[in-house]
């Protein structure tokens, strides 16, 4: 086992584990949060995905659940240790990592989340939990039901805070802190950071410490990104056209509707390629079913919405394509965090329409950078404006008022020859 990490403070049960989950050495955010977290320290974190955020709260966590002298009521119904995540998928894959984090404990780890029966996360909460991971939304209807307790637990985790809060679950958040025990350990953990969060986190929080790993809102060195202009009725064609032409085996597609998700899998199957969406209509067995068919290799396109891709982790993946752009600029630092984690290589691709083109700017500006862009040949964008943009509701009313003028001036006129 690396000294590096022998010199954060993680105990030797901690090392035992890491070593055989093959860690070699700890990654910058482990470095820099887990010395505080096991200080009993706040903490507000900002990293991008994919560099070990997880391990970065959930090593210390664990190696304190271990270590304290207060143990769970096995007649109570309390919850030690609160994780709370945006999405079904981030749920999933956290619960993954830390059973992995606690393996031969005695540490009781549990998830809840919408589109999965109720009844069987209620008998799994029956006698408590150590850790909890669970979505705002199915853990107010656990407390509902009063399947928990968090008066007595000790640690709370925002992870993707910024998506928890883009996605309107603050009342959710407020509603669990007024259950919640107030001498706790308070740790928030994005990829993004605005003023709005750190308001936030600061109200929450005392006196946090700061862990920045990375500039804000920035993205990783080790994927390539690209800007393929191209004619809006066109991006399936030329997406079908990259898939094939540079044999790629594994490519994640972001689109901006749950409808646009199905319709481009559709699209993609009939030229072919193998492809599945995931979305939030889905039901959670269908959204797991495509993500373990992407991942074993029987789809080669997996077709995603922003919240259903969220927490997405898959091991080597190595391109992501933006087949809409993004409405949020912060959103583009998300998606193409799904490739060129762990130091490896990875390529983002966005295929932008004329009007789109603001999209564009609005994450440049973000970045701080110019993106790279490329015509391909045989899918040049026309030189004349979208038929999208001729039929835009601006153009529609300016040409209504045209029409209406042009009458009134025919009714004048009439008038005038009727004198």
């Known amino acids: 086992m690396s000294t590096e990490f022998e010199s954060l403070g993680l105990c030797p049960t901690i090392l035992a584990t890491l070593k055989t989950l093959g860690f070699e050495k700890p990654t910058q955010v482990q470095q820099q949060a887990i010395p505080f977290i096991l200080d009993g320290k706040d903490v507000l974190a900002g990293a991008q995905t994919g560099t070990g955020k997880t391990a ?10 271990l ?8 007649q109570g119904n309390d919850v030690r240790a609160l994780v709370l995540v945006p999405t079904r998928e981030l749920a999933q894959q956290v619960f993954d990592n830390l059973i992995q984090y606690a393996q031969g404990s005695e540490i009781k780890i549990v998830t809840a989340y919408g589109g999965t029966s109720m009844n069987m996360q209620t008998r799994n909460l029956e006698q408590g939990c150590d850790i909890l991971i669970a979505t705002p939304g199915r853990l107010i209807d656990h407390m509902f039901c009063k399947n928990i307790s968090l008066r007595k637990s000790e640690y709370l985790v925002l992870d993707e805070a910024d998506r928890m809060l883009d996605m309107g679950f603050m009342p959710d958040i407020q509603r669990i802190l007024k259950r919640f025990n107030e001498d706790r350990q308070t740790l928030f953990f994005s990829a993004t950071f605005d003023k709005r969060i750190k308001s936030i986190a600061y109200k929450l929080q005392q006196d946090p410490i700061e862990v920045q790993v990375s500039p804000s809102n920035s993205t990783a060195e080790t994927v390539k990104q690209m800007v393929y202009p191209v004619d809006k009725k066109r991006k399936a064609e030329l997406l079908a056209y990259l898939i094939g032409s540079r044999n790629w085996q594994q490519v994640l597609v972001f689109t901006k509707t749950k409808q646009g998700s199905d319709s481009l899998a559709k699209e993609l199957k009939l030229d072919g390629i193998k492809a599945a969406s995931i979305n939030g209509d889905k039901s959670q067995g269908a959204r797991q079913k495509a993500l373990d068919d992407f991942k ?35 959103d583009y630092v998300h998606r193409i965090g799904r490739t060129g984690r762990a130091g490896k290589e990875g390529f983002a691709v966005s295929l932008m329409s ?27 964008p026309s030189l004349v ?15 209504s008022e045209k029409r209406k003028m042009k009458a009134k001036l025919k009714i004048h006129a009439g008038r005038g020859k009727r004198r």
């Open 56 to 65: 970065a709260f959930g090593l210390p966590i664990i190696q304190k659940l």
């Open 67 to 74: 270590e304290s002298n207060s143990k769970r009521d096995p």
């Open 296 to 330: 074993t290799g029987k789809v080669r396109a997996l077709i995603a919405t922003d919240v259903a891709a969220r927490g997405l982790d898959i091991q080597q993946l190595e391109q992501v394509v933006n087949f809409d752009m993004p409405y949020k600029a912060e």
């Open 354 to 380: 004329r009007d789109e083109h603001y999209l564009l700017e609005a994450i440049e500006r973000l970045l701080d950078t110019r993106l790279p862009q490329e015509w391909l040949e045989g899918f040049e």
């Open 385 to 399: 404006e979208d038929v999208e943009l001729e039929r835009s509701p601006k153009r529609n009313s300016r040409s």
